[in-house]
């Protein structure tokens, strides 16, 4: 009877496919094949044990209790052992023309392309750049993001961008291309937890300029951030320096520094050996396992004495319970610009029009709730003052918007805008599909995944 049983468990052995190479799949399949040899094996000990039981028992019966429990450890170590075995020629072999193509992937760039799609309806009759773009469609960007490890010192990022300037107008741009250095030859690691970043980037100045268009939380970006930074944000060619700075308190204080290329959208100077700085302080805390809160500071300015000021918070709070399936998101930044601005007044000797310091801020306060783990619903408010000194009235705008996600790959996105200002009111309805392909770098921070 036992060689029987030892008949079937090989045969039931036998039938697993050996050229099967998906791992998961005959890990499995081994599994259920031990749990049974398990199973038939503490019957026949069960079987044993009774036989033991027995209150009468011949002579002859007795002494075969020792051969049984000798052929029933037998029995599990053949199992065990053809088990073992055949886990052994099904296990993947990498071979050396494996290992070489493994390790040229390992260097090869991770593509990403975005494609950001809108639709406006218009109360009024919109321009930008004097061409009329409301009530259109528009494929407003196509991105395509790479990014790599370059080799044990750095890691490099390219982002292409094609841009819709006028209605069916595109310009392809470098929008960012960089390399982040965590250490140089010779190092194990840069000094004072220092990371350097050299290329052409976004400047680290608040928190929604540093957010691609199709990356923001809503559709359009805050008229401050617009104003002051411009219609796309800040990008500058440069150099940047991270440091977690050390404290008593192990609080995560982060200061930053960024040298560029002053003809940056902030201060619009065309002369590129003259150069703008910008520092920027953090602070981020984990309030509780439910709540966390950044605070922040930024200064952009010149050797002429333009500057820009910035403060920003952020709060998030996400509960224990349904933790993907809930969060709420508050954030805003405040801005303060004074540089000199070219009124038109009068004109100098030289033939120069004669440039007046002023002074404009500006600020957007933004909420945002997750109900469901794939719906957003959100709201903004901007407001932008006048120069001051100059008789105009100042711009403000409020938003609403819903956002679903279909997957992480895909989101729909309706929206409402009013402005009022200088020119005639408007309201503005938005219809955004965002989509990707490819290798997904990892969401914005609003996004809760």
């Known amino acids: 009877m036992k060689r029987l049983i030892l008949l079937g468990l090989l045969s039931l052995a036998s039938t697993l496919n050996a050229q099967d190479s998906d791992v998961q799949k005959l890990e499995r399949k081994l599994d259920?094949?031990?749990?049974?040899?398990?199973?038939?094996?503490?019957?026949?000990?069960?079987?044993?044990?009774?036989?033991?039981?027995?209150?009468?028992?011949?002579?002859?019966?007795?002494?075969?209790?020792?051969?049984?429990?000798?052929?029933?450890?037998?029995?599990?170590?053949?199992?065990?052992?053809?088990?073992?075995?055949?886990?052994?020629?099904?296990?993947?072999?990498?071979?050396?023309?494996?290992?070489?193509?493994?390790?040229?992937?390992?260097f090869n760039p991770r593509l990403t392309v975005y494609g950001d799609f809108l639709g406006r309806i218009d109360s009024e009759r919109v321009f930008?750049?004097?061409?009329?773009?409301?009530?259109?469609?528009?494929?407003?960007?196509?991105?395509?993001?790479?990014?790599?490890?370059?080799?044990?010192?750095?890691?490099?990022?390219?982002?292409?961008?094609?841009?819709e300037h006028q209605p069916n107008d595109y310009e392809l741009t470098i929008e960012e291309g960089y390399l982040d250095l965590h250490t140089l030859p010779g190092l194990e690691e840069l000094p004072l937890n220092l990371t350097l970043k050299l290329g052409r980037f976004r400047t680290d100045f608040g928190l929604a300029n540093r957010l691609h268009t199709h990356d923001l939380p809503w559709v359009s970006r805050?008229?401050?951030?617009?104003?002051?930074?411009?219609?796309?944000?800040?990008?500058?060619?440069?150099?940047?320096?991270?440091?977690?700075?050390?404290?008593?308190?192990?609080?995560?204080?982060?200061?930053?520094?960024?040298?560029?290329?002053?003809?940056?959208?902030?201060?619009?100077?065309?002369?590129?050996?003259?150069?703008?700085?910008?520092?920027?302080?953090?602070?981020?805390k984990q309030l509780s396992f439910e709540h966390e809160l950044q605070l922040g500071s930024s200064l952009y300015f010149d050797d002429r004495g333009d500057f820009l000021l910035g403060t920003d918070a952020y709060y998030r709070w996400r509960p224990s319970s349904e933790r993907e399936q809930t969060s709420l998101v508050l954030q805003t930044e405040w801005y303060l610009r004074q540089g000199p601005v070219d009124?038109?007044?009068?004109?100098?000797?030289?033939?120069?029009?004669?440039?007046?310091?002023?002074?404009?801020?500006?600020?957007?306060?933004?909420?945002?709730?997750?109900?469901?783990?794939?719906?957003?619903?959100?709201?903004r408010?901007?407001?932008?003052?006048?120069?001051?000194?100059?008789?105009?009235?100042?711009?403000?705008?409020?938003a609403a918007y819903v956002s679903l996600y279909t997957s992480e790959f895909l989101r729909f996105r309706l929206g409402y805008e009013h402005e009022e200002g200088p020119g005639p009111d408007n309201d503005t309805v938005y219809l955004q599909i965002t989509w990707a392909f490819g290798s997904h770098p990892p969401h914005p921070y609003w996004v809760n995944r």
Do not use: C
């Open 381 to 398: 408010y901007d407001y932008l003052s006048n120069l001051r000194g100059v008789e105009n009235e100042p711009r403000w705008k409020a």
């Open 222 to 284: 805050p008229l401050a951030l617009e104003a002051f930074l411009g219609e796309e944000g800040d990008i500058g060619n440069g150099l940047g320096l991270e440091y977690l700075l050390h404290n008593p308190w192990e609080e995560a204080i982060t200061l930053g520094f960024q040298l560029v290329n002053r003809e940056s959208s902030v201060f619009q100077a065309d002369n590129s050996d003259d150069l703008a700085y910008l520092g920027r302080l953090s602070w981020h």
């Open 343 to 379: 009124l038109g007044e009068d004109v100098a000797e030289d033939g120069m029009r004669f440039l007046d310091e002023r002074e404009q801020w500006g600020a957007y306060v933004s909420g945002q709730f997750q109900f469901l783990k794939n719906y957003y619903l959100g709201a």
């Open 128 to 163: 930008e750049d004097e061409e009329e773009i409301s009530d259109r469609f528009s494929l407003r960007e196509v991105e395509i993001d790479l990014r790599a490890d370059i080799d044990p010192y750095a890691k490099g990022v390219m982002i292409l961008a094609a841009e």
């Open 32 to 106: 259920a094949l031990r749990e049974e040899y398990e199973q038939r094996l503490q019957s026949l000990e069960r079987e044993l044990e009774s036989l033991r039981g027995e209150p009468e028992t011949s002579a002859s019966e007795e002494p075969s209790s020792q051969p049984a429990t000798s052929e029933l450890e037998k029995l599990r170590d053949e199992a065990e052992a053809f088990a073992a075995q055949k886990e052994d020629e099904q296990a993947p072999v990498r071979t050396e023309a494996d290992s070489h193509v493994w390790s040229l992937n390992a």
